[in-house]
């Protein structure tokens, strides 16, 4: 802010947003740097900017912090202006005022009185900054946005703070020295970009190396700018805006980008995360298409966030099943999909078009754990095929998903080589699914495999002891994680039996609950390798007529 550049907001960027606990981390960093033998700088993260000229920046990222920074200034100044009236040395401390002012803020036309700001606000801010923070006027309390009463609050908070730690010093050259030791040694990571094409791909960039920075706004900006450029009424733009905030407030901030692919994929041809915001750039240049797609936007929004949650209103209770078992399987690649025939099927129809995905997704990813790439190009595919009514038979979409169900030739011998590592929770479910629905068909006997009274059992434990000596390192590591080493049991047995030799296991299982289990100590009458391997070939065969598309 000290070198001469100017930045806005653009205009449809979110609104002011930090609180009492953003003033207190920052305000807390700087005290704690500016201590003596404190650090000798603070990194306050990424920057991104946009600008053509290399003088005038839109803040692409990093609007709150800016903001916030712009507020300390400016309650410095207001400390100043204390001592002035005061009289404690009034011209040096109004010469401070004035260079400081010059340097961060911007200045006041001598004239006019109209200040000529350094920082530009977003367009529901900008007013209340300009007209009386940056000219520090008395700040009205009344009939303010939620956004204007926290850049008043922040800046009445700053205000105080500045007092309590430089203002009993009555001192205007400490204050002085403040700002500068903070102007100093706050340092960030500034980016800088020529069009909003260029900050996408940088915001795609960071967020696959784990830095979260907010492309929804930068969407919201190129969108509303293409209204803003037609000429849109007030009431045009408050209607975007309320629909805007709809989305995110279905969705959260962080997931509408990935929403947006889901969406875009599953009414168009397909495209990667890289190029999605050039796509749409490139097909919405009117207001008929913004408004256009914000409204199927908003209607999509709820049934995207309802595959995420079994437990949605939105679901019957088969379909909650396999919307369960999709988010069991961590499996997302279905969506477009799925978000097109929930737009045109009746509950019966998609419960099938859902089975046929959890069933795909289970023999696909789940067992055969097969590149997603060629699966992710066919649900796109058969996505546009429904969404322009080429594809309306639940039959017919099914047998175009025909190339992404491993047949049972490709399905079998893969089950009966699968190890699940159940050292983590997901994988254990996983499992535990498997091993109950399995019972379930064969049994005819329902277990709630989400209920802690049953537990996985590792036939071969986990990590044997001397009872287990004569399996080698090799084979323990080979075996201990396949599906046929593991069995459902009752929590309490389970727990008894621990590390006991197989004989001592097998007693147990013959009093189980579970027919599998009890099958299992009726025919090895020892465990070992051949003895897993046998079983889990038995196991495949269950689970090649379980999961089963009749229709494939």
Known sequence: MGNGLVYRVPMFQRDYSWTEQEWDDLWQDIVAMLKPGGEQGHYMGYLVLQSSDERNYDIIDGQQRMTTL?????????????????????EDNERRMEELRKTYIGYLDPVTLIAKSKLTLNRHNDLFYQNYLVPLERLPKRNLKASEHLLRKGYEWFEERVSDRLGAARSGAELARFVDAVADRLFFTVISVTDELNAYKVFETLNARGVRLSSTDLLKNYLFSVVHAAGAHEDEFRTLEDRWEAIVGKLGSESVP????????????????????????????????????????????????????????????????????????NVRQPYPLLLAARREQNDADFARILRACSVISFRYNVIGNLATNEQERVYNSVAEKIAGKKLTVPSDIIQALRSIYPSDEQFRPAFAEKQIRTTTARNRQVARYILFEIERQTAHQAFDYHSDKYTLEHVLPEHPNENWAFFTDEQVDRCVYRIGNLTPLETGPNRDIGNKTYEQKRATYEECSFEITRRLAAEYKEWTPERIASRQHWLATQATAIWRIAEL
């Open 258 to 329: 990935d929403f947006l692919r889901v969406f875009w994929n599953s009414r168009n041809p397909l495209t990667r995360h890289s190029d999605l915001f050039k796509t749409i750039r490139n097909s919405i240049r009117d207001k008929a298409g913004v408004f256009g797609l914000l409204r199927d936007m908003d209607r999509d929004a709820d049934i995207y966030a309802a595959l995420g949650d079994p437990n949605d209103l939105m679901w019957t209770k088969e379909q909650q099943q396999y919307i369960a078992e999709l988010d069991m399987f």
């Open 70 to 90: 712009s507020l300390l200034i400016l309650a410095v100044l207001s400390n100043l202006r204390r001592l002035v009236e005061l009289k404690l040395d009034p």
